[in-house]
């Protein structure tokens, strides 16, 4: 492993060497047969993750710039959205909507909740909506979204679902061939960036579209946007050595990688590693005095947030941590100081976790807190023993 510290922040995610390889190859034309192939490959593997008959698009950018492709590409101006937010990544469709004169409506979930499957149904009913974004795991809150439930919901009401997997993407499982109780009922669009669960350092945008989609894209005809007009993408998509703006010829390469790996393990393996993970570096750092803001039954396979036994200062701990070599991160908003986010996700180990659990203890025990960290080791051990079989 060439890196030096373990960043379990929720993205960007330890980067293995075969990725930072790939990272530093050499770096050709984007119209070279050679880059060309590599870039149709990564296109085809990234339709065989979400199983779909439409369109990807893997492009420069971030997931932010996939949120906003989503939104400008499926609802036009004056047209109605429903964000249902489980945190603040749920919250940022609401500016981003807004910004294209588009009328939003939001169900805003207490932090570390879920919101009601009944609530939907009610907002769903008042009124016209074209679509309803849901983010799969919300990364400041660690609350995952029941899509099971969510889905037939709002495929039922006709509005289009527009999934944000950006912390859950090649992790959870977002097959958009899954039908979710009905033929008609799937997943309409999902969007991720390179830097979370998938293992790549930052810097794409991925996104896929299901012919339902692309058919409300064609019907909106002009819309405000030129780089973010999945129009203009269509063609490079379908033969990569087509131009429209440079891609990110390297990082290209390490999302090629990294989708390898990702295929390679599988996503129903990949899924259970995930939920396995989730539980055990939880079930661990409970029995330091931490709390998770969600529920074990709505928590995030990808990612935890947790609060601070009283005698713990968020600064303290993480430049504690920090010194020791494990990053984590600080809490958005009013959470802010009073926890902190961990990431176990994409190419993390259990090695990692439980060097981690290690580290959290010892960081713990010098700041005065006393903790059993072999307790928690095992308890970790265990969890992952049991879950991952
Ligand atoms: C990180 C994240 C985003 C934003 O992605 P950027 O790559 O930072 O633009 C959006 N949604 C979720 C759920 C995220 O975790």
Not at 203 to 209: E, P, Q, R, V
């Amino acid at each position: 492993m060439r890196n030096k510290e373990m960043l379990l922040v929720p993205g960007p995610t330890p980067v293995v060497d075969e990725i930072y390889d790939a990272l530093a190859s050499e770096t050709r034309g984007h119209t070279d047969p050679r880059f060309v192939n590599i870039y149709k490959n990564a296109i085809e593997q990234t339709k065989k993750l979400f199983q779909t008959d439409g369109e990807v698009f893997v492009i420069a950018g971030s997931g932010t710039l996939a949120m906003e492709m989503a939104i400008v590409n499926t609802v036009g101006k004056g047209e109605n959205l429903l964000v249902i937010s489980h945190g603040y990544f749920g919250d940022r469709f609401i500016p981003l909507a807004t910004a294209y004169g588009i009328h939003v409506e939001v169900l805003q979930a207490e932090w570390g909740k879920q919101i009601e499957v009944s609530a939907v149904k009610a907002k769903l009913a008042e009124g016209n909506f074209k679509a309803v974004t849901i983010t799969h795991a919300d990364t400041s809150t660690g609350v995952v979204s029941d899509l099971d439930a969510l889905v037939p919901v709002i495929k039922k009401a006709g509005a289009l679902v527009i999934l944000d997997g950006v912390v859950a993407t090649a992790a959870l499982d977002e097959n958009m061939s899954k039908e979710y109780n009905h033929p008609d009922y799937k997943l309409d669009v999902v969007l991720t960036g390179s830097q979370k669960a998938i293992g790549v350092p930052p810097g794409l945008a991925i996104i896929a579209f299901n012919q339902s989609a692309l058919k409300a894209r064609k019907a909106l005809g002009t819309i405000p946007a030129y780089y973010s007009d999945i129009t203009n993408w269509i063609p490079v998509m379908n033969d990569p050595g087509k131009y429209f703006a440079t891609p990110p010829v390297n990082l290209i390469y390490a999302y090629e990688v990294a989708m390898n790996i990702v295929l390679d393990e599988g996503i129903t393996k990949r899924a259970a590693r995930h939920i396995a993970y989730g539980r055990a570096i939880r079930a661990a750092l409970f029995t330091y005095g931490m709390v998770a803001l969600a529920e074990e039954a709505v928590a995030a396979p990808t990612l935890s947030c947790l609060l601070y036994p009283a005698e713990i200062e968020d600064g303290e701990f993480r430049a504690k941590l920090a010194e020791k070599g494990v990053i984590v991160a600080g809490s958005l908003a009013h959470l802010a100081g009073k926890a902190f986010r961990i990431g176990h996700m994409g190419n993390t180990t259990p090695v990692m976790l439980e060097e981690a659990v290690k580290i959290i203890g010892e960081s713990l025990n010098e700041l005065g807190k006393s903790v059993d960290i072999e307790a928690a080791i095992l308890r970790l051990k265990e969890v992952l023993a049991v879950t991952t079989k």
